[in-house]
Nanobody
Framework: QGQLVESGGGSVQTGGSLRLSCVVSGYTLGRLCVGWFRQAPGKEREGVAGIFTNHGLAQYADSVKGRFTISQDNTKNTVFLLMNELKPEDTAMYYC??????????????????WGQGTQVTVSS
């Protein structure tokens, strides 16, 4: 099983931006979905973005489309989540996750089976 390590969380005001990073190790990057999830207190975990590392196909939840961008740097084994136009409702613990696959089904959120430790994002109004 591989390892995922997130960084980049913090506190920003409404309308601000943050970029999260997830360093991936122990996987074959070309056959992997890497996703970002979030969980706010008292709420269920929500998949927000996923990327198929074979060719970079990105998929998003409706709640973040147009504001969040997932990308990858295969030279650094890193997946990023750029979050723009942040809102208080984006406040949550954000997790990086992965599952091995030959298909670009990276928005099949229930398939993710390995998780990082999480990084907190807080957006104040």
């Amino acid at each position: 099983q591989g390892q995922l390590v997130e960084s980049g969380g913090g506190s920003v005001q409404t309308g601000g931006s943050l970029r999260l990073s997830c360093v991936v190790s122990g996987y074959t990057l070309g056959r992997l979905c890497v996703g970002w999830f979030r969980q706010a207190p008292g709420k269920e975990r929500e998949g927000v973005a996923g990327i198929f590392t074979n060719h970079g196909l990105a998929q998003y939840a409706d709640s973040v489309k147009g504001r969040f961008t997932i990308s990858q740097d295969n030279t650094k084994n890193t997946v990023f989540l750029l979050m723009n136009e942040l809102k208080p409702e984006d406040t949550a613990m954000y997790y990086c996750a992965a599952h091995s696959t030959v298909w670009a089904n990276c928005d099949s959120w229930s398939r993710y089976d390995n998780w990082g430790q999480g990084t907190q994002v807080t957006v104040s109004s």
